[in-house]
């Protein structure tokens, strides 16, 4: 990279079902006290890159309503209706241009209190196919997937059930996610009624009301604004079709196309070796596999082996997720902002309770439609360039 | 000072009942499909750079990225490469019976098509099992004159 970018200060809300404010006073209360914390205020950011769905708050042009809650007033401001991840990019993207030497990145969600996000994601659905013939819905299509993928590899439900007890395990020592349990077993999992078979209750995202801001810098500023900037090494993103009826469910091929570029952008040859912590993006447990092989974290149709050896543990070879994740929160759009905050926090030893050791690499990854259509990944590290 | 939860909130309920709206679908692709089925015909289109026969046609190849429009006829029966049980509805209600969605790959397609698959035990469905289409009695052309499928 030519210009380098930072990651200088980040906030998130308590993930909760029902955060009890209206977003406004969320958004106010968040970013205000980012920048009390930082001692900045909001003349020290240059472009503000909201991030936001227009279904999911309840209005069209979500981002107008929320411009001056997060201080962009009368400032540069834009908006990706996608996932956290792809915002970051997008702001990191900005700075590089050499136009901007700050930006505030934040996204959004009441899926909690405010929508049924299961309903929302209908509507992503093709008005003339799709919802004619009334099949498919958000869980259909993660069951279709997870099916895929547990077929060709020979995984079963009882490795669904492991994934889900870890990261219930992890959230409950993560004070900002909204559902964990301390002793979760692949028996308790287990316990929980089917919604869509092979996927239960608890292998299944809970609708989470949040938010999460990050600040971006230039190298040039970043390190007057913290003594400890987590840099941006690099990003990818890559998208498939949107006809389901296309893709081979048991991988995800934009979640590669997406890494590798990402990697390469990083000077990263070996993910599973240089990698220390990842932060992914999954809606149910049955993505973890899909999503972890496609960042090579794992090998391909490893997910029996890593479930059963507990290799994603805190603890383990390759911690993933030591935040609880999707399943301990799942705020649309604000999703992949707050991997970026968890890696963050990890590279400068801040995740207390969830801390992996000695973290100096870490990936965060994002998603967005059915399936995970569209991929965004990002290294972070603590050594600049 | 800090919002205290409740004190300053109240909801209303708001709906995205708005309007409704025309829907432009080509002409080669969806409608198609839907114009073939009276014939009880499943019709895609096929890339003739490529080779892939898309059910429904697009108007372009996904893959090339070139027009397309040559009509290629697929068979009413395939294969099972995934399938969903169902035992709520989006809204989380139980259902009382429970449903199979399959994704099914027809005889001479190379993508899938969405489709309810019936059987008795829902526990015999498997990915790799054989279905066949099974039509309403009288077909009107649109895309539900395929009722569902059953193993073959």
């Known amino acids: 990279m030519e210009r380098k970018v930072a990651v200088v200060g980040y906030a998130m809300t308590r993930q909760a079902s029902d955060i009890g404010v209206p977003r406004p006073i969320m958004l106010f209360e968040l970013v205000k006290g980012l920048f009390d914390q930082m001692g900045i205020t909001r003349d020290d950011i240059d472009t503000f890159v909201l991030c936001s769905n227009d279904f999911q708050c309840g209005r069209t042009i979500s981002n107008v309503f929320e411009d001056t809650p997060v201080g962009a007033?009368?400032?540069?401001?834009?908006?990706?209706?996608?996932?956290?991840?792809?915002?970051?990019?997008?702001?990191?993207?900005?700075?590089?241009?050499?136009?901007?030497?700050?930006?505030?990145?934040?996204?959004?969600?009441?899926?909690?209190?405010?929508?049924?996000?299961?309903?929302?994601?209908?509507?992503?659905?093709?008005?003339?196919?799709?919802?004619?013939?009334?099949?498919?819905?958000?869980?259909?299509?993660?069951?279709?997937?997870?099916?895929?993928?547990?077929?060709?590899?020979?995984?079963?439900?009882?490795?669904?059930?492991?994934?889900?007890?870890?990261?219930?395990?992890?959230?409950?020592?993560?004070?900002?996610?909204?559902?964990?349990?301390?002793?979760?077993?692949?028996?308790?999992?287990?316990?929980?009624?089917?919604?869509?078979?092979?996927?239960?209750?608890?292998?299944?995202?809970?609708?989470?009301?949040?938010?999460?801001?990050?600040?971006?810098?230039?190298?040039?500023?970043?390190?007057?604004?913290?003594?400890?900037?987590?840099?941006?090494?690099?990003?990818?993103?890559?998208?498939?079709?949107?006809?389901?009826?296309?893709?081979?469910?048991?991988?995800?091929?934009?979640?590669?196309?997406?890494?590798?570029?990402?990697?390469?952008?990083?000077?990263?040859?070996?993910?599973?070796?240089?990698?220390?912590?990842?932060?992914?993006?999954?809606?149910?447990?049955?993505?973890?596999?899909?999503?972890?092989?496609?960042?090579?974290?794992?090998?391909?149709?490893?997910?029996?082996?890593?479930?059963?050896?507990?290799?994603?543990?805190?603890?383990?070879?390759?911690?993933?997720?030591?935040?609880?994740?999707?399943?301990?929160?799942?705020?649309?759009s604000a999703m992949g902002l707050i991997r970026v905050a968890e890696c963050a926090k990890q590279i400068n030893g801040e995740a207390g309770d969830i801390q992996v050791k000695d973290v100096k690499t870490a990936v965060a990854h994002g998603q967005d439609g059915f399936c995970a259509q569209h991929n965004a990944v990002m290294v972070l590290s603590s050594e600049e360039g | 000072m800090a919002f205290q939860m409740g004190e300053e909130t109240r909801q209303v309920q708001a709906t995205w009942d708005v309007t409704t709206y025309n829907y432009k679908v080509d002409g080669r692709g969806i409608k198609l499909l839907a114009d073939g089925m009276k014939d009880k015909k499943i019709l895609g289109i096929r890339c003739h750079n490529c080779g892939t026969v898309y059910v429904p046609g697009p108007p372009f190849c996904r893959k090339c990225y070139i027009p397309i429009d040559e009509i290629a006829e697929v068979k009413d029966s395939g294969e099972v490469v995934s399938f969903a049980v169902e035992m709520a509805d989006v809204r989380g209600n139980p259902l009382d019976e429970v449903r199979v969605s399959g994704m099914i790959k027809l005889d001479g397609s190379d993508t899938f098509i969405n489709g309810r698959i019936q059987v008795d035990d829902w526990h015999d469905v498997h990915i790799g099992m054989r279905v066949k289409a099974v039509w309403v009695p009288e077909p009107q052309g649109n895309l539900s004159d395929i009722d569902h499928f059953e193993p073959i």
């Open chain 1, 73 to 332: 007033y009368m400032k540069d401001e834009t908006k990706v209706e996608a996932d956290g991840v792809m915002a970051v990019m997008y702001g990191a993207i900005r700075i590089m241009s050499g136009l901007y030497d700050t930006a505030l990145v934040v996204g959004n969600s009441l899926g909690g209190s405010e929508f049924r996000p299961y309903l929302i994601m209908d509507y992503q659905l093709h008005p003339a196919y799709d919802r004619q013939l009334g099949i498919l819905n958000e869980p259909v299509t993660a069951a279709l997937q997870a099916k895929a993928y547990m077929e060709k590899y020979k995984i079963t439900e009882d490795h669904l059930n492991k994934i889900a007890a870890r990261l219930l395990r992890n959230a409950a020592k993560n004070p900002f996610a909204l559902r964990g349990k301390e002793d979760a077993t692949p028996e308790y999992i287990a316990s929980s009624e089917y919604l869509y078979e092979p996927l239960r209750e608890l292998h299944c995202y809970p609708f989470t009301d949040g938010a999460c801001a990050v600040v971006l810098a230039s190298d040039k500023r970043a390190k007057a604004l913290t003594d400890k900037p987590v840099w941006i090494k690099g990003f990818g993103d890559s998208i498939e079709g949107y006809f389901l009826g296309d893709r081979d469910l048991s991988w995800s091929r934009s979640a590669k196309v997406a890494a590798d570029r990402a990697y390469r952008m990083a000077g990263i040859s070996n993910p599973a070796k240089e990698i220390d912590v990842a932060e992914i993006s999954i809606k149910f447990a049955s993505q973890e596999p899909i999503i972890c092989e496609a960042l090579g974290l794992f090998p391909e149709g490893s997910g029996a082996e890593v479930a059963d050896r507990g290799l994603a543990e805190i603890g383990g070879e390759m911690p993933v997720c030591p935040s609880g994740g999707g399943l301990g929160a799942y705020p649309f």
